[in-house]
Structures are given as structure tokens and as C-alpha cells.
């Protein structure tokens, strides 16, 4: 997921919410996330807080911990909850 650099505040602010969206609905915590994935749970909460965007490997590991596709981790969400 090749991401140009002009593109990469929205898609962490949507990363970011959807990562703590799908962590809640799942109920679990961020050890949780890091003990299935093998991501250190200080890089996890970085992502969550939108600080930083994950490699395209741990996109894919965070894909299969919550069951969705890649591309839908970045996406723009219809519901904004999760985001302020």
C-alpha cells in the first residue's frame, strides 16, 4: 500500500480510529493486540494516537488480528465516533 506523503495525515487520523474502533468492538486491550500480533504495544499506541502509520507488514498482521481487509484500516469510516 504505496501511501504518497501529502496523503499520510488523513490516512493515520483514519487509521487511528479504526484501530481503536475495531480494538473495542473485539474487546481488547492493546496488550491483547500485541500479544497476537507480536507489535510492541508502545508502536501500537502510536498508531491508535495517529502519531505514526504502520509498515505494509503490520498492516497485514493488524488485517488478520481483526479480520478485515488491508485497504479497510485506512479507510474514511461512516461513523466518526472513534475519531475525536
Not at 26 to 35: C, E, F, W
Not at 61 to 69: E, M, S, T
Amino acid at each position: 500500500m504505496a501511501v504518497r506523503q501529502s496523503q499520510k495525515p488523513i490516512l493515520r487520523l483514519y487509521l487511528s480510529g479504526n484501530l481503536r474502533r475495531l480494538r473495542k468492538d473485539k474487546g481488547a486491550t492493546k496488550s491483547d493486540v500485541q500479544q497476537a500480533t507480536g507489535i510492541s504495544e508502545h508502536t501500537y499506541e502510536k498508531w491508535e494516537a495517529g502519531l505514526n502509520f504502520p509498515t505494509d507488514e503490520n498492516l497485514r498482521k493488524l488485517a488478520v488480528y481483526f479480520q478485515v481487509p488491508v485497504d479497510s484500516l485506512s479507510k474514511k469510516p461512516k461513523d466518526l465516533t472513534y475519531y475525536f
